[in-house]
């Protein structure tokens, strides 16, 4: 086999993959309890704009998000089907993460954007806030990056 096909196959696995972490849970049953309430507050969001809440896996997103290996699950309130909702600028995000034997959430947070990566050679996650959380003199929103390092996740910087 050449290079060429060689690194198109690797090309094919890798968008294969990418899409079935990012891809929502298809089945209601296999969503953890913890996970399952918050999606209530997702359906909750949604009503309180004014919209009517589709399915509530709509709002899932299935990610490995600190490294060990386990896809995690992420509730985005932004994600689930809303029809009537008036647009929504920013997002509830909870991030929830396998410790031990359970689903343990690690971030509940209002953000306009996000970002799962790495920085630092880390499996990274970047929130994007409204000026007023940025903490700088400048106006606008910024992005602040957080990396898990061991099981631990720690704030590296704010753009």
């Known amino acids: 086999m050449s290079s060429s096909e060689r690194a198109e196959r690797v090309g094919i696995l890798s968008a ?31 009503v309180k704009a004014g919209g009517t809440p589709g399915a509530l896996e709509g709002a899932i997103v299935r990610h490995g998000v600190d490294g060990d290996g386990v896809v ?26 396998r410790y031990q034997d359970r689903w343990l959430r690690i971030l509940l947070d209002t953000v306009l954007d996000w970002e799962v990566g790495f920085a630092r050679g880390l499996p990274s996650l970047k929130l994007k806030h409204p000026g ?7 106006k606008g929103p910024c992005w602040k990056t957080f990396v898990f390092d061991r099981g631990v996740m720690r704030h590296i910087r704010t753009q």
Do not use: K, Y
């Not at 891809?23 to 309890?33: G, K, L, N, T």
């Open 16 to 46: 294969v993959l990418g899409a079935a972490l990012l891809a929502p849970s298809a089945r209601a049953e296999d969503i953890p309890h913890n996970v399952r309430s918050e999606l209530e507050v997702a359906r909750d969001l949604c």
């Open 132 to 138: 007023e959380e940025c903490m700088q003199p400048r």
């Open 72 to 97: 995690d699950w992420i509730v985005d309130s932004r994600r689930l089907p809303c029809p009537g909702r008036s647009r929504a600028e920013s997002t509830m995000l909870f991030v929830f993460v």
